[in-house]
């Protein structure tokens, strides 16, 4: 028998957090504090571009400050981390962001360890991926923690569940693995070189694909009722799709994030919530 899912509306989602954020700022603010997100833009990638202003008109329309530092996409290594150093020792920021993907003379790596790990909002600082791989407190990366906080949001219970994640960066595939671990899930984990992805993918309760190709998972790859989360963001044809074929996957799943309006929003909800987290430890204020 065929379901029609419900659809994860991230986008109300992430209101619903932008609004209690949007709270918690105004308390603050009347207590004379004010917090900052820096977002780093190298170059003019359109879609860097474009998810760089969706973030600081987010930051803004939530009350943080939200500043955007644009560098030439020919600056240097040296340059870029001498900035970053500059933004570590600013008292007024509390969070930055280096917009990935950075241009290949760039050393990504140097660039993200760079920032201090007191103001690394993306969670991808290895202190605090580190703390998070031991159960220590720390930020998470803002895609698979948004995943997370929807699935409690929505009700959709994680414990004891199977979930499989197709993927393995460590901006989404790692982090989710852990994270659903951490929530006592039993995780297997997928990649480019797994034999038989179709096999796994069915034995799903809850399965969260972050490949970066459309139409990865489709229909038959699913078991009946399953929650389907799809990370993926491909332009095809100038449309933005996800990694699974929707149509018909929300025939068999019983729950699935559309692309556009599903993970992304609560991605840049996230790092909201990280950054305020952040600042006020940073700073340590208590929230009365
Ligand atoms: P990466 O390219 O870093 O990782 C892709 C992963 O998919 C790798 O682990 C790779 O395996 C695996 N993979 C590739 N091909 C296959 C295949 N045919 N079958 C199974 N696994 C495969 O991408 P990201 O994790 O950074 O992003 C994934 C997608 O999510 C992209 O579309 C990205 O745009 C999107 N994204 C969306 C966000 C949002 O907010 N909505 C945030 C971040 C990312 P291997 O390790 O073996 O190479």
């Known amino acids: 028998m065929y379901l029609v899912a419900r659809i994860l509306d991230g986008k109300k989602v992430a209101e619903s957090i ?35 202003r969706g973030k600081q008109r987010t930051a803004e329309k939530i009350g943080l400050e939200g500043e955007i530092l644009r560098l030439p996409a020919d600056v240097s290594q040296e340059v870029l981390l001498a900035e970053v150093d500059r933004l570590n020792a600013d008292d007024s920021v509390d969070g930055i962001l280096v917009q990935l993907p ?21 969670g991808f600082h290895p202190m605090n991926a580190g703390r998070n791989f031991v159960g220590l407190d720390a930020v998470w990366p ?40 951490k ?18 993918t069915r034995l799903a309760d809850i399965l969260v694909v972050a490949v970066g190709q459309p139409n990865v998972v489709t229909q038959g790859d699913v078991k009946p ?40 929003p609560l991605t840049v909800a996230t790092l909201m919530q990280n950054t305020v987290a952040l600042g006020l430890a940073r700073r340590g204020i208590k929230e009365e």
């Open 183 to 200: 929530e006592n899930a039993t995780v297997t984990v997928c990649h480019s070189r797994t034999k038989n992805l179709s096999d796994i």
């Open 18 to 52: 932008h609004q209690e954020l949007r709270e918690r700022l105004i308390r603050l603010k009347e207590r004379g504090v004010s917090l900052k997100l820096t977002v780093v833009l190298v170059g003019d990638n359109p879609a860097s571009a474009s998810y760089v």
């Open 102 to 122: 950075l241009p290949t003379h760039i050393a990504e790596q140097e660039v993200l360890e760079r920032i201090s790990p007191e103001k690394d909002v993306d």
């Open 225 to 264: 009722g399953a929650v389907v989360i799809d990370v993926g963001m491909n332009r095809v044809d100038g449309k933005l799709v996800g990694d699974v074929d929707f149509a018909g996957v929300s025939e068999v799943a019983s729950a699935i994030t559309p692309v556009p309006g599903g993970v992304g």
């Open 142 to 181: 803002c895609t698979p923690a948004g995943i997370v906080n929807m699935l409690h949001r929505e009700g959709i219970e994680i414990e004891g569940k199977h979930a499989v994640v197709v993927g393995r960066s460590n901006i989404v595939g790692k982090p989710m693995a852990l994270l659903l671990l």
